[in-house]
């Protein structure tokens, strides 16, 4: 396929404007294809920047720009040496982010860092000797610092900051200017971050500080993100959202005083970089200069000539981006989605079909007619998501057309869990507004059948149905005012649903039998306190729930009435006999049937005969439930299958964190007994024949833990015989041949207008917080048309969704070329050069009774200690010049001989060792420990110390293990810094409320209370500004119930709330925060502006660097003065009674 070259120009007019001239809107300019340049940076010759995700240098003046980097995976956020001569970047050339340097007139890229942590180039030292970047990668929870490593590599010493995300050298070196916290937007490769007008505690500040005094001032900052500081003229310029769009404001430090440097109505400025007198920055794709003394603004004119492979169409392998899959109604095939194509695979033999074929179309959700004849799916071929119908051939077949088109709605909407009527004439679904449907495929007629939900949550059960097989019944269940679910009967006939099942227990999943006799589903009688998941308060009970049967028919006997036994007579005898040996037949006839379907792979359509009329008696149709003999359990969904049997799945292991996938298992009336067919069950669908099933097999961790890890190995598919329990590899489906051709130009628009229709679906406000969502989709398109990378496209997404200005509002993933990632490996240490060598300055555990936690250096036998030096590692020697991370590359998880010598150099010998992949768990869990023994100092022993770090499964486990082991204390800090939220923590705030109610003397041992376990002095809160969502909610209801103090800075403010949303095509993700908080008062609260702490307290540089933890001290302090002012009473035991005085 020959090269596709793109000559891109952008020839606009320059402005030269004064002080406070607007930059021209966009849109006002001449008709372009406009493009997205990105993060430039400034030499006194050449501006370099990023753009299809390569680096390109151009001159000042403009013109046709040089290619600097190419390979797989994006270079990024260049960065000239202070001669001009070297770039340093952020790259990923080896499957990892790190530092670069290139020289700027182009060479062989040299890889300046090795740690397994992302590293992102930030600036030069002024001698340009050395390079600051941040990472996380010493951090104990999510936030960055600065370091700085020599530009020919080395060991990386961080710089004296707690927190850092951007900063800058004075020209002569003696401070920095820098951000702690990251902008509201911005992105680290695969996460776009948008928020635009961000008022909440995460609003990024600068702060100057003095090398090596560590005094600091703040740059005089309102509510609003300032970032991205640059020296220049004795003055520091950054970019601040001050007055809504992101422009460039100058800092005078003699005068303590802040100006507007430049107006800015349209689109946010994104960075700013610059050399002498002269600043760089980019705005919507375009490259700007800035001349301080002037106060003049120009466009940079580029012009680019250049391969660009992202956007040449391809044939592709797209069988590992499976959506979707269902089975056919023999089993011989499986049809599935995939890249936003429909797809049909056989179970074993036959080709491999494209049955849609539609680049630059999404088709979603497809199921195959049980006849065999036709796949239903949803399409946006229209714009709008319709319902099409194809024959299973992907062509025209007879007495069909070749596709039928229905359209569904006039707004956006999503639907869901398409499923064939048994007569392959009607589909049913449900869309994203609680509706049910049901659309007849001979008249084109849509029904409502449901649209009476109280209560959708986020859970798909809540909308499972079920056709009758008669076709002229579907039961479904509706949520109700009580958060609980009822199931209903639909009649065809009437139009009428009427409810079958009390509201009295949770019931859901409903399933006829195949003779129409029986409809089971499943009822929970405990759910009631778990309803609402988004509650903390939910995680503390096990949910179980029962199998029921109901009787369609008043004269239908159960499905398990007594059996009654007497001596048969012979005849009798006789008759069973035939029943088995037909039985056999009829099992034998299956199978050899089944075969016979799939020798050439293909789905037979079929007739079959007209099913008997499913009979239903309404009257006291609630009253004949019974229970199916079967114990309580964490049951998950129930099929009818043949003969009257009962397939249903049930959680190895529950929880509301995970499990362990399902158990399969069937019950059949004959023996009344339960056989196992499957574990570690994803999904599972049986054929519309009841002969074949579809199953998706996950694989749980070696070590047991819950779920594979990210990037882990996918589910295995596989069709196995319904009858049997499925073997070992046996029935597994092949998706090599899941090919397909991709336009990605045509895609990516695809997916530009899918992004608009998910924020118009799912957004909690239909009014999209004041955005004109016509307007901006018309004002971004035509960046989309000319896009020379997937990381464009999330680009974009990120502009346009910042309107909104909401959290939680972000895209990641897609398509984006990157190399294969070569694992790092990580030792577990801190290290100190001493005499040449790296020596270890501290070694982390992992702490107490933390299984999962391996702590390379501290196992037991290896006898290292602080000291101690690295001569080599794998043989080779090992010396300061060389990054400690570089011999280690590749071998986390793997045994390696390290050579010890103490740190008197003597006694030198080889140990074996097992190197990490991250550190992270180690040094958070040694940074709460640390601070539980701070506490306990501080205190005297008075004091918990108890962290959480979010409101999900990691602050649960920690909450429960760290307050209850220490109910002796008198009070407690809660220190909910860097809370990465998750749910509601009502749980938290009432373990945290309780009082004594009452006491408990024994003859032995010491009195007892009620509640027992509690802390019931006083309480005392930190948080941060990453303490967000669910760690917003945290503080505020911390406060709201008056339980004490809060201590630290405003929280990030984002409260609201995100479900499930559909794929993009490629497998990209884009969220829509689907609920948001207000307060008992009626207000919008917390959102967008963070929860308030009672005392402020800064982590200040200086403070910090002598080992003090202001925050956490201030907590101690405040703690302790309560305490003082209102001790906890201590009740004596009374005298005991003497009733016969």
Not at 662 to 678: G, M, Q, V
């Amino acid at each position: 396929m020959r090269t596709m070259r793109l000559r891109l120009l952008v020839c606009l007019a320059v402005f030269l404007i004064a002080i406070g001239v607007m930059i021209e809107p966009v849109g006002a300019r001449a008709a372009t294809k406009p493009h997205i340049y990105q993060h430039p940076a400034l030499s006194k010759d050449l501006i370099a920047f990023g753009y299809a995700g390569d680096l390109w240098t151009v001159p000042r003046a403009g013109g046709v720009a040089t290619r600097l980097t190419t390979g797989i995976g994006i270079e990024t956020e260049p960065i000239f040496s202070p001669d001009g001569s070297t770039i340093a970047f952020t790259g990923s050339y080896d499957g990892n982010t790190d530092v670069f340097i290139v020289p700027a007139t182009g060479g062989v890229p040299f890889r300046v860092t090795y740690h397994p942590a992302a590293d992102f180039a930030v600036a030069w030292t002024p001698d340009g000797k050395s390079i600051v970047f941040r990472s996380t990668r010493i951090s104990q929870s999510r936030y960055t610092q600065l370091y700085q490593v020599p530009s020919k590599g080395g060991i990386a010493k961080p710089l004296p900051l707690p927190m850092a995300y951007q900063g800058q050298f004075s020209p002569d070196g003696k401070e920095i200017a820098y951000s702690p916290l990251p902008p509201a937007y911005g992105f680290d490769y695969m996460t776009y971050v948008s928020w635009g007008n961000y008022h909440g505690g995460r609003a990024s500040t600068i702060w100057i500080t003095t090398l090596p005094g560590l005094e600091s001032v703040e740059i005089p900052h309102e509510v609003a993100s300032d970032f991205s500081p640059v020296y220049a003229g004795g003055k520091i310029y950054f970019l601040s959202s001050r007055k809504g769009r992101a422009t460039i404001y100058k800092y005078d430090p003699g005068a303590n005083t802040v100006a507007q440097a430049l107006e800015n109505d349209g689109p946010d400025i994104r960075s700013l970089h610059g050399e002498g007198d002269t600043l760089v920055y980019d705005r919507l794709g375009e490259i700007y200069l800035f001349d301080t003394k002037s106060g003049t603004t120009k466009l940079v004119p580029i012009e680019i000539d250049a391969d660009l492979p992202e956007v040449r169409p391809r044939i592709d392998s797209v069988g590992d981006e499976l959506e979707n899959v269902a089975i056919s109604p023999t089993g011989v095939r499986a049809v599935v989605e995939a890249h936003g194509d429909i797809f049909t695979v056989a179970a074993k033999h036959g080709p491999t079909r494209d049955i849609t074929n539609t680049p630059g179309v999404m088709e979603r959700e497809p199921a195959w007619s049980p006849d065999g004849q036709l796949i239903a799916y949803f399409s946006d071929e229209s714009g709008m998501y319709a319902l099409h119908v194809a024959p299973q051939t992907g062509g025209a077949v007879a007495g069909a057309a070749v596709v039928k088109k229905f359209a569904l709605a006039q707004e956006p909407a999503y639907y869901f869990s398409p499923k064939w009527s048994p007569d392959s004439k009607k589909v049913a679904f449900y869309d994203n507004r609680m509706k049910t449907y049901v659309l007849d495929t001979t008249t084109g007629k849509l029904t409502v059948i449901n649209d009476k939900n109280v209560y959708g949550g986020f859970s798909s059960s809540s909308f499972d149905f079920a056709w009758s097989p008669d076709s002229k019944w579907i039961a479904y269940p509706r949520s109700m005012a009580n958060h609980l679910h009822a199931i209903f009967l639909y009649s065809q006939d009437s139009g009428q649903s009427t409810q079958v099942t009390s509201e009295m227990g949770d019931s859901r999943y409903p399933a006829f039998d195949r003779e129409g006799k029986y409809l089971f589903f499943l009822t929970s009688t405990n759910e009631g306190a778990t309803s609402d998941g988004l509650d903390m308060t939910s995680d503390l009970y096990q949910v179980t729930s029962n199998i029921y049967a109901l009787t369609l028919a008043a004269d239908t006997a159960s499905p398990v009435a007594p059996e009654l036994e007497d001596e048969k007579t012979a005849a009798e005898e006789k008759a069973d006999t035939k029943k088995g040996d037909d039985k056999k037949s009829d099992d034998k006839a299956g199978d050899k049937s089944g075969e016979a379907k799939e020798g050439n792979g293909e789905e037979k359509t079929h007739a079959k005969p007209a099913p008997k009329p499913v009979k239903v008696d309404l009257d006291g149709i609630e009253k004949r439930v019974v229970a199916m003999p079967l114990p309580a359990s964490v049951y998950t969904g129930v099929t009818g299958g043949l003969k009257g049997s009962l397939y249903f799945t049930e959680l190895q292991e529950s929880g509301r964190f995970g499990d362990r996938g399902a158990t399969l298992s069937r019950w059949t009336p004959e023996e009344r007994k339960t056989e196992k067919l499957a574990e570690h069950v994803e999904s599972f669908e049986l054929s519309a024949n009841g002969e074949k099933m579809l199953l998706s097999l996950g694989h749980p961790r070696p070590d047991g833990s819950p779920a594979p890890p990210a990037g882990g190995p996918k589910p295995t598919w596989v069709i196995v015989p319904a009858n049997a329990a499925a073997k070992a590899g046996e029935g597994v489906l092949s998706f090599g041949d899941v090919k397909m051709r991709i336009d990605p130009h045509a895609e990516w628009a695809q997916m530009y207008h899918e992004v608009w229709r998910i924020e118009r679906a799912f957004f909690y406000d239909s009014n999209f917080h004041g955005t004109n969502t016509v307007a901006d989709e018309k004002k971004y398109e035509p960046y989309v048309e000319s896009i020379a990378s997937r990381a464009d496209l999330n680009y974009i997404f990120q502009e346009m969704l910042s309107a909104f200005s909401v959290g939680h509002l972000r895209g990641n993933g897609g398509q984006i070329p990157d190399a294969k990632k070569v694992p790092g490996g990580l030792l577990g240490a801190d290290y100190e050069i001493k005499g040449n060598r790296y020596c270890l300055a501290k070694i982390y555990s992992g702490g107490e009774f933390n299984p999962r936690e391996k702590a390379p250096l501290a196992q037991p036998g290896l006898n290292v200690k602080v000291g101690d030096c690295i001569l080599d590692i794998n043989g080779q020697d090992l010396t300061a010049d060389i990054d400690i991370q570089q011999p280690l590359e590749g071998t986390a998880g793997k045994v390696i001989s390290l050579r010890i010598t103490g740190e008197d150099g003597k006694n030198p010998h080889d140990i074996s060792v097992v190197p990490i992949a991250s550190e992270a768990a180690l040094r958070n869990v040694d940074w709460i420990e640390g601070n539980q023994k701070k506490v306990d100092q501080l205190s005297g022993g008075k004091l918990a110390y108890v962290y959480l770090p979010d409101t999900g499964e990691g602050g649960f486990t920690n909450f429960n293990r760290y307050y209850f082991a220490q109910t002796d204390k008198k009070g407690a800090v809660i220190d909910e810094r860097f809370n990465g939220g998750g749910q509601v923590a009502d749980y938290f705030i009432e373990v945290l409320g309780r009082h004594i109610e009452s006491y408990w003397a024994p003859r032995y041992g010491t009195v007892e209370h009620t509640p027992n376990a509690g802390i019931y002095g006083p309480k005392v809160m930190i948080a941060n500004e990453f303490s967000g969502s669910g760690g917003d909610a945290l503080p505020w209801l911390f406060k709201q119930a008056k339980l004490g103090p809060l201590v630290g800075k405003r929280t990030w403010g984002g409260l609201v709330g995100i479900g499930p949303i559909p794929v993009l095509m490629d497998g990209g993700h884009v969220t829509s925060p689907s609920v948001a908080f207000f307060s008992p008062k009626g207000e919008w609260d917390v959102e967008n502006h963070g929860v308030e702490p009672d005392y402020a307290v800064e982590q200040d540089p200086k403070s910090v660097s002598e080992g003090h933890d202001p925050q956490l001290e201030k907590a101690v302090s405040l703690a302790l003065e309560d305490l003082g002012k209102s001790p906890q009473p201590e009740v004596k035991k009374p005298a005991y009674p003497n009733y016969h005085k």
